[in-house]
């Protein structure tokens, strides 16, 4: 059995085409609408644990395994983000659900954009954890030198690494339990389906500069204060960039922010989900009342 987190609630699981899934009943009878969670390279559904009860008090929620991760099927040689984008709207339409909020997570972010920008009108909107955008030439050079690695060194070798990267060096001890977590989801990852996946993020950096402008939904761009890579800077500039996008940054906060700071994350995700559905619902009472 694959290491993973564990949420208070039962799932539904399944797989569609590929595609390993967990969807959580909302808590209420009045749902708001579905809320999918896309995790980052390495990882896998389980990693939103954190999350899950959270969201689950007023909205359903689905997560599931990107290409080459968990129980879902490996990606192309040579994959896109569009390819990803379109796992994501397979699985969408096998479940028959037409809308939806989109949260992803450093990798899942990009593919949340990607899914944005393609699909508007499956989109509800769309929050980035901890994307890349843009990165420095310094960046750039130090995210391909890992991809080029790939392969080439035990799965393990490059663990210590990511750890010191996504937690601090040394990683805190409260934050020891996380860490330890996450390495057991490191070392369990297909190799095959991490090297696809890990070039493709290490390349894609630029993949919506020029594009965000068409960014139709509201979208939240949150990282953390103390994340190098996933910087500050880089949600302020796709917030910018993006026509209905604001940045927030967690002070103190790392890449990992979802499992370390949980309940930061959980309330800043829940007041825009709730921003964008009031938003919603005033623009469809406008459209109503234009008709009357």
């Known amino acids: 059995m694959k290491p993973e987190f564990a949420p208070e609630r039962a799932a539904s699981r399944g797989a569609a085409g590929g595609t390993s899934y967990s969807v959580y009943a909302p808590r209420s009878p009045d749902a708001l609408a579905t809320v999918v969670l896309i995790h980052g390279v390495g990882m896998n559904r389980s ?41 994501l709207k397979a699985l969408l339409d096998a479940m028959g659900i037409g809308r939806a909020h989109v949260v992803g997570h450093s990798m899942g972010a990009l593919v949340a954009l990607e899914f944005a920008l393609a699909h508007p009108q499956r989109t509800l909107s769309v929050a980035a954890l901890n994307a890349v955008y843009d990165r420095t030439p310094a960046q750039r050079e130090a995210v391909m030198s890992r991809a080029a690695s790939l392969g080439e060194t035990p799965p393990e070798a490059g663990v210590d690494a990511t750890l010191s990267r996504w937690f601090g060096d040394p990683v805190p001890r409260h934050l020891t339990q996380a860490a330890q977590a996450v390495r057991a989801l490191l070392l369990s990852v297909d190799p ?59 002070p103190n906060a790392r890449h990992m922010m979802n499992l370390t700071d949980p309940a930061r994350v959980n309330e800043r995700l829940l007041a825009f989900l709730a921003e964008a559905n009031a938003a919603r619902h005033a623009h469809a009472s406008i459209i109503g009342a234009s008709h009357e």
Do not use: K
């Not at 696809?196 to 630029?206: C, E, G, H, I, K």
């Not at 020029?210 to 500039?237: H, I, K, Q, W, Y």
């Open 192 to 250: 095959l389906g991490y090297a696809r996946t890990y070039r493709l993020f290490a390349a894609s950096d630029d993949a919506h500069v020029g594009r965000l402008a068409n960014l139709a939904v509201p979208a939240l761009f949150l990282t953390g204060e103390c994340d190098p890579n996933s910087s500050p800077a880089m949600s302020r500039a796709m917030a910018t960039a993006a026509p209905h996008g604001r940045a927030e940054i967690l």
């Open 47 to 87: 990693v939103w644990a954190p999350q899950i009860d959270a969201l689950a008090a007023s909205y359903q929620v689905l997560v599931y395994d990107m290409l080459g991760h968990g129980e879902s099927a490996l990606p192309s040689a040579t994959p896109t983000l569009a390819e990803y984008a379109a796992q």
